[in-house]
């Protein structure tokens, strides 16, 4: 079982940013592949980013590539999502997610465990 728990969002202007944190409970967090998910109102959650059991691996959405970054530190049983140059588009509630598929997963049915959330809004 395993127990993740988002932090660093809140309100942002366009072009800001914001770095989100993931904290996992897992004695084995390096058994999973991370990602990290984003819900609009009245959208389906869609995929961020994700990252591989020992970090070497990412992949990212076309719509957040090249403006932000996925990390972990699996000493601190920790992974992270830096997100730059912000915009409108990027206001959602926030999940990450562990998996226990092989590389970087990006289908959200990969997943086994989430977190609860944390809300990312940017004004413009």
């Known amino acids: 079982q395993v127990q993740l728990v988002e932090s660093g969002g809140g309100l942002e202007q366009a072009g800001g940013s914001l770095r989100l944190s993931c904290s996992a409970s897992?004695?084995?967090?390096?058994?999973?592949?991370l990602g990290w998910f984003r819900q609009a109102p009245g959208k389906e959650r869609e995929f961020v980013a994700a990252?591989?059991?020992?970090?070497?691996?990412?992949t990212y959405a076309d719509s957040v590539k090249g403006r932000s970054t996925i990390s972990r530190d699996n000493a601190k049983n920790t992974m992270y999502l830096q997100m730059n140059s912000l915009k409108p588009e990027d206001t959602a509630v926030y999940y990450c997610?562990?998996?226990?598929?092989?590389?970087?997963?990006?289908?959200?049915?990969?997943?086994?465990?989430w977190g609860q959330g944390t809300q990312v809004t940017v004004s413009s």
């Open positions: 997610a562990a998996s226990t598929g092989l590389g970087a997963p990006v289908v959200r049915s990969q997943y086994n465990y």
């Open positions: 897992a004695r084995t967090f390096n058994r999973y592949a």
């Open positions: 990252v591989s059991r020992s970090g070497g691996s990412t």
